[in-house]
């Protein structure tokens, strides 16, 4: 599984705080969960009714991370700073996509 490095840590952070975050494009973030989540999906592939549901739920994922990254994670002063724990906070944020398609 990839781990997110602290370079990407570093650019990520930049690209969510950066001064108008509706128009940063986020490259650096997306290709990191390019990296990330399929393998966790693909290993539970079988407890989506289809595949266009195991996509949904990758790109809700990926665009709830992207709208919520600077307010969630990087402007919480509860939260650790460093790449393990972005890490985990992406893997639960795409968890709960997952468990919402289970649901319905």
Not at 16 to 37: G, I, K, Q, S, W
Request: hydrophobic fraction near 40%; charged fraction near 30%.
């Amino acid at each position: 599984m990839y781990q997110i490095t602290q370079e990407d840590f570093l650019q990520i952070r930049a690209e969510a705080l950066e001064e108008n975050p509706e128009a940063a494009a986020f490259t650096v973030t997306f290709e990191v969960m390019e990296r990330m989540f399929p393998p966790y999906l693909y290993a539970r592939r079988g407890s989506f009714p289809c595949k266009e549901d195991l996509e949904d739920c990758l790109m809700t994922a990926e665009m709830r991370i992207a709208q919520r990254l600077r307010r969630y994670y990087f402007e919480r002063a509860d939260m650790e700073q460093t790449p393990e724990s972005l890490q985990r906070w992406m893997f639960a944020v795409l968890k709960n996509c997952h468990y919402t398609v289970l649901r319905q």
